[in-house]
């Protein structure tokens, strides 16, 4: 019979573990479960349930610095920091709306789990690069904690680095302390129309290696620059998007360097705060795939390659994409039943390398088709020996980053 624990302190996971491996019975480790479709399913009958764990124990908004237990929704830690003109620099994804689960019912554990990360990773990093502590329970029964308040700490090996895109199979994270940062007084989003894919990759890069800070760069082709149109966001035609954050006067200048920069490439438009604070958050959560009914993968190549490795799909495979990360995150959507994981990946080694992750598929296709990207040999058997360290009995997750 299956059962689910549902813990209300760190030491009741603890006590959920131990219980585990001492029978030799494997847990998924869920928080709201809201992101239970991303990854391959989980091969366990009884349920660690972590949304009991609930809670921010510390913020002090002086020394940018937060710790929540592992249960706590997103919405809260969010809203919390909304309150004092604070974010969290990496800008989590919410997958919710891909998923077709509603926005906003992630947690910050699941957001450790798989590394989210937004738009403006580029600049900022993802989420392991924002954790100054950490407290979890092995594989093992063992609780162990890691870092702590502050930046800069000895304690010993970054174990959350480490834990981080782990996606619980290593550990069960119960209290995480994450650096934050004040929010952009304003922003400003510099629009180039009319570009090809190759051009508006070249674009991006420019950009980005330019003096004006550009936080994030995205690019639409017609067919989801036409999709968002359509939802209010003011497109017209294939949108290169690049973001500006700061201080009024400095998001002016550097608009202004990078239209006297760009100017050649194509009509130049700009979207103030607002509107460009809900472009982002649209292109981050990948809103113009929701609601479609096709496959979805999340490609990772090096930005000047984006456009690339499109070019040498499109030999193949039809399918809509667009770019983010200065054209080294590629969304594509598949239509039918048939993933094309050879062909993908395929693809992916002749842009260069990088790795495609399946992140929109029915529960069988992900049962079956390698959701992750496969690991070169050594780098496995890495991770085997890690897992071996951490989850001596395989009772943490089973199956969900490979069978």
């Given at each position: 019979m299956a059962d689910t624990f549902k813990p209300r302190h760190p030491e009741e996971a603890r006590d959920a573990v131990l219980w585990a491996m001492a029978e030799d019975q494997p847990l998924e480790i869920l928080g709201t479960g809201s992101r239970r479709a991303l990854?391959?399913?989980?091969?366990?009958?009884?349920?660690?349930?972590?949304?009991?764990?609930?809670?921010?124990?510390?913020?002090?908004?002086?020394?940018?610095?937060?710790?929540?237990?592992?249960?706590?929704?997103?919405?809260?830690?969010?809203?919390?920091?909304?309150?004092?003109?604070?974010?969290?620099?990496?800008?989590?994804?919410?997958?919710?709306?891909?998923?077709?689960?509603?926005?906003?019912?992630?947690?910050?554990?699941?957001?450790?789990?798989?590394?989210?990360?937004?738009?403006?990773?580029?600049?900022?990093?993802?989420?392991?690069?924002?954790?100054?502590?950490?407290?979890?329970?092995?594989?093992?029964?063992?609780?162990?904690?890691?870092?702590?308040?502050?930046?800069?700490?000895?304690?010993?090996?970054?174990?959350?680095?480490?834990?981080?895109?782990?996606?619980?199979?290593?550990?069960?994270?119960?209290?995480?302390?994450?650096?934050?940062?004040?929010?952009?007084?304003?922003?400003?989003?510099?629009?180039?129309?009319?570009?090809?894919?190759?051009?508006?990759?070249?674009?991006?890069?420019?950009?980005?290696?330019?003096?004006?800070?550009?936080?994030?760069?995205?690019?639409?082709?017609?067919?989801?620059?036409?999709?968002?149109?359509?939802?209010?966001?003011?497109?017209?035609?294939?949108?290169?998007?690049?973001?500006?954050?700061?201080?009024?006067?400095?998001?002016?200048?550097?608009?202004?360097?990078?239209?006297?920069?760009?100017?050649?490439?194509?009509?130049?438009?700009?979207?103030?705060?607002?509107?460009?604070?809900?472009?982002w958050q649209a292109v981050r959560d990948v809103l113009p795939f929701t609601g479609t009914s096709g496959l979805v993968w999340r490609v990772s190549v090096a930005p000047a390659a984006g456009a690339r490795f499109v070019e040498t799909l499109r030999e193949t495979l039809a399918g809509e994409v667009y770019y983010d990360w200065s054209g080294g995150l590629v969304w594509l959507a598949v239509e039918g039943d048939d993933p094309r994981a050879d062909e993908v990946r395929a693809a992916v080694t002749a842009a260069g390398g990088g790795h495609a992750t399946l992140v929109r598929a029915p529960a069988p296709m992900r049962a079956s088709v390698p959701v992750f990207h496969p690991q070169p040999a050594p780098l496995a058997a890495l991770n085997a020996r890690i897992k071996a360290q951490f989850d001596p009995k395989g009772i943490l997750n089973p199956g969900r980053m490979g069978a």
């Open positions: 990854g391959r399913p989980v091969q366990a009958a009884h349920v660690l349930d972590l949304s009991g764990l609930s809670g921010i124990e510390l913020y002090e908004p002086a020394e940018l610095v937060m710790t929540a237990l592992a249960g706590t929704p997103m919405a809260e830690i969010e809203a919390t920091l909304a309150d004092k003109n604070q974010e969290l620099a990496f800008d989590p994804i919410d997958y919710g709306p891909l998923l077709g689960q509603p926005a906003g019912e992630g947690t910050v554990g699941g957001v450790v789990a798989a590394n989210f990360a937004g738009s403006k990773r580029l600049k900022f990093g993802a989420a392991r690069d924002h954790i100054l502590g950490l407290e979890a329970v092995s594989g093992r029964g063992e609780i162990f904690k890691s870092g702590g308040r502050v930046v800069k700490n000895v304690t010993g090996y970054d174990l959350p680095r480490a834990l981080t895109g782990s996606w619980g199979t290593l550990a069960v994270s119960t209290r995480i302390t994450l650096k934050v940062q004040p929010r952009a007084e304003t922003e400003a989003t510099l629009v180039v129309s009319g570009l090809g894919d190759a051009a508006a990759v070249e674009a991006m890069c420019s950009a980005m290696g330019s003096s004006a800070e550009v936080s994030a760069a995205a690019h639409l082709p017609d067919p989801v620059a036409a999709r968002l149109a359509a939802e209010g966001h003011a497109l017209s035609g294939p949108a290169t998007l690049l973001r500006l954050e700061g201080f009024g006067p400095s998001v002016d200048y550097r608009f202004a360097l990078l239209e006297k920069r760009l100017g050649g490439a194509g009509r130049i438009t700009r979207l103030d705060v607002d509107a460009s604070r809900a472009l």
